[in-house]
């Protein structure tokens, strides 16, 4: 029939052959898609440099990468408590009498006292403003000329804040995050001071400014260290990514903010630049450039490194990254004990371990050789890292000086992502750099056991606190 529809071709053999070697080239494409978004999807901040903030609400129960101690939880033996105590000289004493006698009736005014219970209330009084008045008195000598009296030091205007004030509103914004505005509210409710958003803003900038000197020294201390910790952190400062970049040791800390993650960021910083000690890092490339530094690199991030190819294991198989995870904890067991007990690592446990780790770096090796998918080469250049500088891996079980991982780094920094996540991000790089600044002060007096609130009293007075000289 003329409107019948022409009958469809039929495909050849060689036609289907290839749809099918097609379509199965497109199956396996998806199914390494598949198993990378897996990967992707399971990272959190026990098997990755994520944050714990980042883990969701849904975040599994925190498990550490640390065994057992043993030791019971709480506080240790030697650990200072904090409970409250009475004390012998209270600030008021008032007597409560007993009212009649509970037996016959008779009031008791006047009888002897047997027994006294004390109890104690700690409070704060109430607190306002005192306001100091200066006079500056004019006289006038009998020659006819008239002398006035110099303020003393530090009262500039007719109406001012003092120190304390300053240091309460660099306190609360530098030490405890809130932003200039609730700072400014805080001081309102709590103190009664009528201040502004501007004020505290104008107070932490004067405050920064008079820490040149500080940071300066702080600088030639880390720099002339024997082992120091190297970080950085993103920031949002003015809508765009910066970021910060810390130096520190067990006494010294040294942040500030930067446009820039790699060498120029850590070069501004000031100190790595010549350094010829040994840095703690967490293996990113551009700290390998500082040739004239020994480098340890941090065990804990690579620990969570294998942690993210141990979950990814079929359950019940033996796995390369579990392997190497047990040699580095058992490696780091060796080096704590040793610190504790006063005695050198026992050199037949450390090479047992260390060949332990090598071995089951070469098996990652040769199971991630076809670097088929993004996930397996990202696997295969860790492998070919824990050889290729396992002497950075485990200098600290060889130099007891030396740290294995760069927590101390990442707890200062996270100091910053606290401050981002309370208040939000920063407006200009002016402040943000102004912020490292007090957070760099704060830091190192705490290192030092100088209380925040006293440190910045004497900023604010114009003498701030100076680590002593070694």
Same mark, same amino acid.
Not at 312 to 331: E, F, I, K, R, V
């Given at each position: ?7 469809? !071709?039929?495909? !050849? ?34 098997? !990755?440099?994520?944050? @714990? ?29 904090? *409970? ?29 006292? &047997? ?18 008045? $200066? ?9 006819? &000329? ?19 004030? &300053?240091?309460?509103?660099?306190? #609360? ?35 920064? =400014? ?22 950085? &952190? ?23 903010? $930067? ?29 390998? *450039?500082?040739?004239?530094?020994? +480098? ?41 004990? =040793?610190? /504790? ?11 047992? +371990? ?6 089951? =770096? ?28 396992? /002497? ?5 079980? $060889?130099? #007891?000086?030396? @740290? ?21 991000? #920063?407006? /200009? ?12 002060? #704060? ?7 100088? @209380? ?10 114009? $003498? ?7």
């Amino acid at each position: 029939m003329s409107g019948d529809l022409p009958a469809p !071709s039929v495909p !050849s053999y060689d036609e289907l052959a290839t749809l099918v070697v097609s379509l199965q080239a497109d199956l396996a494409r998806a199914l390494e898609r598949i198993v990378e978004l897996e990967a992707q999807v399971a990272r959190t901040s026990r098997n !990755s440099s994520k944050p @714990p903030s980042s883990d969701g609400l849904a975040k599994a129960p925190p498990k550490s990468l640390r065994k057992k101690t043993g030791r019971r939880p709480g506080g240790q033996n030697g650990h200072p408590g904090s *409970t409250l105590r009475m004390v012998a000289g209270p600030d008021v004493r008032l007597a409560h009498e007993p009212g009649p006698c509970g037996g016959c009736g008779t009031q008791l005014a006047g009888r002897p006292v &047997t027994r006294t219970e004390r109890r104690q209330v700690f409070d704060l009084p109430e607190l306002r403003p005192r306001v100091t008045e $200066h006079r500056l008195l004019e006289r006038e000598c009998g020659c006819g &000329t008239r002398t006035k009296a110099t303020a003393p030091a530090g009262v500039d205007a007719p109406v001012q804040y003092g120190p304390r004030v &300053t240091a309460a509103a660099v306190y #609360l914004y530098g030490g405890q995050f809130l932003s200039k505005d609730r700072t400014a509210t805080a001081l309102a409710e709590l103190v009664g001071l009528p201040i502004s958003a501007g004020t505290v803003a104008a107070m932490a900038a004067r405050a920064a =400014a008079g820490l040149e000197g500080f940071l300066t020294a702080i600088r030639e201390h880390l720099a002339g260290a024997e082992v120091l910790g190297a970080d950085e &952190t993103g920031l949002r400062v003015a809508g765009r990514l910066h970021w910060v970049h810390v130096a520190r040791t067990g006494k010294y800390t040294l942040i500030d903010c $930067h446009p820039k993650r790699g060498t120029a960021g850590i070069d501004a910083l000031g100190v790595l630049t010549g350094f010829t000690g040994v840095v703690v890092h967490d293996a990113w490339a551009p700290y390998d *450039t500082y040739t004239d530094a020994t +480098h340890q690199l941090c065990v804990a991030h690579v620990l969570r490194e294998l942690q993210a190819i141990t979950d990814s294991a079929p359950a019940g198989t033996w796995c390369w990254a579990t392997q190497a995870a047990d040699a580095l904890l058992a490696l780091h067991r060796l080096t704590v004990d =040793a610190a /504790t007990i006063g005695t050198a690592i026992d050199p037949a446990d450390l090479a047992t +371990h260390t060949r332990a780790l090598r071995h089951t =770096a070469h098996i990652g090796i040769t199971q991630t050789s076809p670097r088929g998918t993004t996930l397996m080469a990202a696997r295969h250049a860790l492998a070919c890292r824990l050889v290729d500088r396992e /002497t950075d891996y485990l200098r600290f079980t $060889h130099d #007891l000086r030396v @740290p294995a991982d760069n927590n101390g780094s990442e707890h200062d920094i996270r100091m910053i992502k606290v401050r981002q996540k309370v208040s939000g991000c #920063l407006r /200009t790089l002016t402040g943000a750099r102004q912020f490292c600044a007090i957070r760099s002060y #704060l830091s190192t007096a705490t290192k030092h056991g100088i @209380p925040q609130f006293p440190a910045l009293v004497q900023l604010a007075e114009g $003498h701030p606190w100076m680590p002593a000289t070694t």
